[in-house]
């Protein structure tokens, strides 16, 4: 089993940035990919970014590319997503996911382990 709790989450305004956090505990996380997805209101999950616990590949969607960066701190267990110039469209509750490692890391299903989530809201 694996726990994921996010946080970081908040109000900004336009062009603010936030970093998320994701904490990650219980088995081994050394063959995972580490997602980030989020939804919002009236609409489907969608793929933000993801990042393999070992390696440095990085994937993005491509709504954020540009603005947005993964990372994780292995000896912590935790995974990270700086948004930067965050606009009124990136509001949404952001869910961090773990999964086998694979190349589909956009794919929801294919990750079996989900935090709470965690409530971004931007203003105009």
């Known amino acids: 089993q694996v726990q994921l709790v996010e946080s970081g989450g908040g109000l900004v305004r336009t062009g603010d940035s936030l970093r998320l956090s994701c904490l990650a505990s219980?088995?081994?996380?050394?063959?995972?990919?580490m997602g980030w997805f989020r939804q919002a209101p009236g609409k489907e999950r969608e793929f933000v970014s993801a990042?393999?616990?070992?390696?440095?590949?990085?994937y993005y969607g491509r709504s954020v590319k540009g603005r947005f960066t993964i990372s994780r701190d292995n000896a912590k267990n935790t995974v990270y997503l700086q948004m930067n110039s965050l606009k009124p469209e990136d509001t949404a509750v952001y869910y961090c996911?773990?999964?086998?490692?694979?190349?589909?890391?956009?794919?929801?299903?294919?990750?079996?382990?989900w935090g709470q989530g965690t409530q971004v809201t931007v203003s105009s």
């Open positions: 990042i393999m616990w070992s390696g440095n590949n990085e």
């Open positions: 219980g088995r081994t996380l050394s063959r995972s990919v």
């Open positions: 996911a773990a999964g086998p490692q694979t190349l589909r890391v956009a794919i929801p299903s294919n990750y079996n382990y």
